[in-house]
């Protein structure tokens, strides 16, 4: 078997539609440089992993691939288009209802559960199957995931003055409680005797792996893969914020010596 290019148009277009949004919102590249390398990353692995070939295995052949792309539109790309936000496009998408939206689904305890519902729900064995074989449900759901990740990740990130990022602790604790709920559904698939996903039995094994044990490395993929992406996070926080009270440590012990 071997796998022919499909391009995804829809993804094509998804993709030109924020390059567009990006370069063209407004004409001060001091405002775009610093922001573009975080932009463009995010919109490099949401493209990759969404579009031939790897959707394709995904999609047809392996769930544990699936579990893959899973995992970088939740938590890999939306981190990484959220900082690449600059302040035109913010205030472009400013719009008050927006804002009066977000200030709701942003807020820690909505965002968490928001998140965690449709990742549990995303794994349901009805929703699989039928995203695995309908092209433009698969495409909903994953526009859907995408939307709640990004808003899962808003506590975190920030928006504007009016969506303000949580504390360095707040954040830490958040993160924490994040990553263990999904667990829960990972565990189920890890550690599974049967195949849950009937769109994945029978089909053509071109990887010469079992269903079963594609499935088992699927929930291993999103129960250490996902742990590993929010710890890192999580470090990531704790030292800016080590360095920040370090430093600010240094400045109250100089003007007290003084």
């Known amino acids: 078997m071997i796998l ?3 391009p995804h148009f829809d993804v094509w277009a998804l993709i030109i539609s924020l390059v567009i949004f990006f370069e063209y919102t407004t004409d001060n590249n001091e405002l775009k440089k610093p922001k573009r390398k975080f932009w463009y990353s995010g919109l490099f692995i949401l493209w990759l992993f969404t579009d031939w070939p790897i959707h394709d295995i995904g999609e047809k052949y392996l769930f544990s691939v699936h579990s893959v792309e899973h995992l970088v539109l939740a938590l890999v790309s939306p981190p990484l288009l959220l ?4 302040s035109s496009q913010k205030k472009l998408i400013s719009i008050k209802p927006f804002i009066n939206l977000l ?3 942003s807020k820690p305890v909505v965002a968490f559960f928001l998140f965690n519902f ?8 009805t929703v699989v199957n039928l995203m695995v074989t309908n092209n433009i449900f698969h495409f909903f759901v994953h526009s859907i995931m995408l939307l709640v990740s990004l ?7 920030g928006f504007s003055d009016e969506v303000k990022r949580l504390s360095s602790a707040a954040s830490i604790g958040y993160l924490f409680l994040q990553s263990l709920l999904p667990t829960v559904p ?4 890890a550690f599974g005797t049967e195949p849950l996903y009937s769109a994945y039995v029978g089909i053509d094994n071109i990887f010469n792996i079992s269903t079963l044990n594609d499935q088992v490395l699927g929930g291993l993929i999103l129960k250490l893969g996902g742990g590993v992406i929010l710890w890192v996070s999580i470090l990531t926080i704790w030292m800016r914020w080590y360095k920040t009270e370090k430093t600010f440590d240094d400045v109250v012990r100089n003007v007290s010596s003084d």
């Not at 449709?118 to 794994?123: K, Q």
């Not at 808003?151 to 990130?157: A, E, T």
């Open 186 to 189: 990972a565990s189920f698939l």
């Open 83 to 86: 900082l690449g936000l600059h």
């Open 118 to 125: 449709v990742m549990v729900g995303m794994h349901w064995s």
């Open 4 to 6: 022919e290019w499909h």
């Open 103 to 105: 200030k709701i689904t």
């Open 151 to 157: 808003n899962m990740w808003v506590p975190v990130i």
